[in-house]
């Protein structure tokens, strides 16, 4: 059930308003067309992977050079395009068709031809396999149990010496009145729809869920499917505390807090 309620709330972002839905800044809201918002769009997922290929080179692997590399919760390229620049293979993965299409489309635009786009299930029927997996701002959409479950899965696509970047919300330094407001939103019947109105937006307008994870519980999956060596990013988008785990499957055990 839950799984099928994102689905369908990332349908209707993907359908109508996809930069929007991966980066929820009013400034996005024209990224959809040509001009300075879409520029700076792209540019966020430059600067990010730029920085991501520093942390890696930095805290596990020096000479680090993937050649195939999977962005789980791709949406409409942010990250695909860089990743397809320095990477020779790359896949991404989203639930929502809306946003692999405008990927593709964006891989056109960008004249890149080494992208493929699947759908989740198309991932879990296939036995590919990646040396980087990453996902970020991903999971703190998907409810914990949810999120838990494609983390086993993933784990599964990540070679011997491949690097995982995977980047989950733990915590909120938000007031309790917010944090409480959105836990009603998602649990109580007919408040969502009711603060949509109030919030002058369509009534059916769908959540943009936000879940803290146990990291606990993710180090205990890292472990058990051999990713011994370890480092940490930590993250702040308005108040919503995350980090971002860099991970490497190596049998030495090595755990590095940075």
């Not at 359908?15 to 792209?42: I, K, W």
């Not at 493929?116 to 990646?130: C, G, I, K, Q």
């Amino acid at each position: 059930m839950f799984a099928r309620r994102v689905a369908e709330s990332w349908e209707v972002f993907g359908r109508s308003d996809p930069y929007f839905g991966v980066l929820n800044a009013p400034r996005f809201r024209e990224a959809g067309e040509e001009g300075p918002a879409r520029a700076a769009f792209f540019a966020t997922g430059e600067e990010h992977v730029t920085g991501l290929f520093a942390a890696i080179h930095e805290s596990l692997c020096p000479d680090f050079a993937p050649t195939r590399a999977l962005d789980f919760g791709c949406g409409v390229g942010r990250v695909i395009l860089p990743l397809a620049r320095r990477v020779p293979d790359v896949t991404g993965v989203d639930i929502s068709r809306g946003m692999l299409e405008e990927a593709q489309r964006n891989c056109g635009r960008a004249g890149l031809d080494n992208v493929t786009l699947l759908e989740p299930r198309e991932l879990d029927s296939s036995r590919a396999t990646f040396d980087l997996i990453h996902s970020y701002i991903v999971f703190q959409h998907m409810p914990q149990r949810m999120g838990m479950h494609a983390v086993r899965k993933l784990l599964t696509h990540l070679d011997q010496n491949g690097i995982g970047a995977l980047h989950f919300v733990y915590a909120s330094r938000l007031p309790h009145w917010r944090t409480w407001v959105h836990w009603m939103r998602k649990r109580v019947p007919g408040v969502h729809p009711a603060l949509n109105v109030l919030q002058r937006r369509p009534l059916r307008s769908p959540l943009m869920q936000m879940n803290s994870y146990d990291i606990n519980a993710i180090l205990r999956v890292l472990q058990e499917c051999g990713c011994h060596r370890v480092a940490l990013r930590f993250s702040d988008h308005g108040g919503w505390l995350g980090v971002m785990l860099l991970f490497q499957r190596r049998t030495q055990l090595d755990v590095r807090v940075t």
